[in-house]
């Protein structure tokens, strides 16, 4: 077992050593780019695996460099330097990458230039909790601009803020980068690379198996790119893995935005335009123990299973991401109490219009207000967000935002009342059942799902955003399978959304 102060380094420095099995591998792929290096270079051997895995893949090289910040290291790689036939024209520096001189280093050597590395896996947040020093020092180096640069966008890679320096250094030079690190780095970076216009070429991500070659669950790739080029390849080729020959797909950069698959932008990119229907997001109120009811209507219940009665005017069933996920959307097996109809409704006029409801309410009302959000603050008591007419259509299309697919679900009523959705379900909202189903056969299309997934990371957390919905333009969509006339009928009837309480006389109050 790791001793405590062993894992607290193993953390700071991101020491996860490549095995060799897996650098052998690495410099394998670099050779298949037709290059040789006339000096190498890694800029956090550790032991040396990858530094002395290219060394021996590439043996007419001139001079490789290697630095390691931890001295333990460096006695290792001194001792297995001593053994090779190449001693003498391979270097061991102690230093901090940060402390660096690197353009004076890299200017140094001979090119063609590899660089080759497996940078530390951790963030500068998770640093900063251990009070570590190491830490590029404090540049801003993303160039965030305010809130973004104290708030979470500041949390970067330590192997990002790596990545970057060098890719500066070598947007002149002829160089290949070739680094192993997470997915989600290698993309930040090849957005750096691309935004600033630096030509490369050859750029490719390698998935690899990090839970099996270094025991840690993180979606990680062997990422490579050479500079030097003459003209500039805005996409990178995806490979499912080390070993595969063809790609799975190719990322790109447009217009300022990183794809998940240029192909699909290729073929589908026309579709963006005006956002045809307001995407909407669900109803906010971070109170779900209160707000959200199991049960039938006049025998409602909390989810921990109390008996909570109410009047049925401010109940709603409700959808979850996880029922438009599963498709369960036809029968609703939770109701929300919706406090409002819009944003900053007075709430107090709940205590005469449905007194039983106030009662509940105001029992909860510490529940209320214990909600963090500053959205809350100076707001009518019991106050919710993502609330306007639309909440309270009747027809809607609804996606999951969670949710690892691109599948549109039609919303109907349901015991006489609009369904509604929490804050982790998008949709736009239809003034009929047959709009509905029009807007969901144009979005489940092949065209409007090929054209968001050329926009939509998987891996993300929450991979549908309003901002991507909010780019196709139905029109397009309805011209591109012959439906704009059905399409143009649907939009010109009726100006308003049908009324959501039109059953609440027929529950019992
Ligand atoms: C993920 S390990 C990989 C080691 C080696 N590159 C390999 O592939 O086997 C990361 C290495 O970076 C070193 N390291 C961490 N912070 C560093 C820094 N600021 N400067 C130089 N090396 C650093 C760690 O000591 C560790 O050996």
């Not at 979850?320 to 929300?336: Q, Y």
């Not at 957390?461 to 591109?480: C, G, Q, S, W």
Request: aromatic share 10%.
């Amino acid at each position: 077992m790791e001793t405590t102060s062993r894992l607290a380094r193993k953390v700071e420095f991101g020491d996860f050593q490549t095995p060799i099995g897996l650098a052998r591998r690495v410099a394998d792929r670099v050779a298949d780019l037709g290059f040789a290096p006339a000096s190498i270079v890694e800029p956090s051997c550790g032991v040396g695996n990858l530094l002395f895995a290219a060394a021996d893949r590439f043996p007419e090289f001139q001079r490789a460099v290697g630095i390691e910040v931890q001295p333990r290291y460096l006695e290792t790689l001194g001792e297995r330097r001593s053994g090779r036939a190449d001693a003498e024209r391979i270097t061991l520096t102690l230093a901090n990458f940060f402390a660096h001189d690197w353009s004076v280093a890299l200017a140094a050597l001979p090119g063609p230039l590899l660089v080759i590395g497996n940078p530390p896996w951790v963030t500068n947040a998770q640093l900063s909790a251990g009070g570590s020093g190491n830490l590029p020092e404090k540049s801003n180096f993303q160039r965030h601009a305010g809130m973004d640069a104290i708030t979470g966008k500041s949390n970067f890679d330590i192997s990002e803020a790596m990545l970057l320096r060098l890719s500066r250094l070598l947007a002149s030079r002829d160089a290949v980068l070739a680094m192993l690190c997470k997915t989600n780095v290698a993309r930040k970076v090849l957005v750096h690379i691309w935004q600033a216009g630096t030509p490369i070429r050859d750029a490719a991500l390698h998935r690899i198996d990090s839970a099996a070659e270094f025991g840690a669950a993180v979606d990680a790739c062997l990422f490579t790119c050479r500079f030097g080029a003459t003209v500039t390849d805005q996409t990178a080729r995806v490979f499912p893995s080390l070993g595969a020959t063809a790609p799975s797909g190719r990322i790109g950069f447009r217009d300022g935005r990183l794809l998940a698959n240029a192909d699909m932008h290729d073929r589908w990119g026309h579709l963006e335009g005006d956002e045809v229907y307001r995407w909407r997001s669900g109803i906010k109120h971070d109170c779900a123990d209160v707000c959200e009811l199991e049960g039938t209507p006049g025998a409602w219940r909390t989810a921990g299973g109390a008996a909570v009665d109410v009047e049925p005017d401010y109940i709603y069933p409700m959808l979850k991401a996880s029922d438009l996920g599963n498709g369960r959307v036809h029968a609703p097996r939770r109701w929300m109490i919706v406090t409002q109809r819009s944003v900053g409704e007075d709430t107090s006029k709940i205590a005469a219009a449905a007194p039983r409801t106030w009662a509940y309410l105001q029992a909860n009302a510490a529940r209320f207000e214990r909600r963090a959000s500053v959205i809350y603050r100076n707001r009518p008591p019991f106050s919710m967000f993502g609330i306007g007419e639309y909440s309270f259509a009747l027809w809607k299309v609804g996606i999951a935002g969670l949710y690892k697919k691109i599948d549109f679900k039609v919303i109907g009523p349901h015991a006489g009342k609009a369904v509604v959705l929490d804050d982790t379900g998008y949709f736009v909202p239809c003034r009929s059942q047959e709009e509905a189903e029009l807007v969901a056969d144009l979005l489940n299309s092949d065209a409007a799902r090929e054209f968001y997934s050329a926009f939509a990371f998987w891996d993300a957390k929450r991979p549908i955003t309003v901002e991507l919905l909010r780019r196709l333009d139905l029109r397009r969509v309805a011209a591109a399978l012959g439906k704009s006339a059905a399409l143009e009928q649907v939009l010109t009837a009726g100006a308003i959304y049908a009324d959501c309480n039109v059953a609440d006389s027929l529950w019992a109050k």
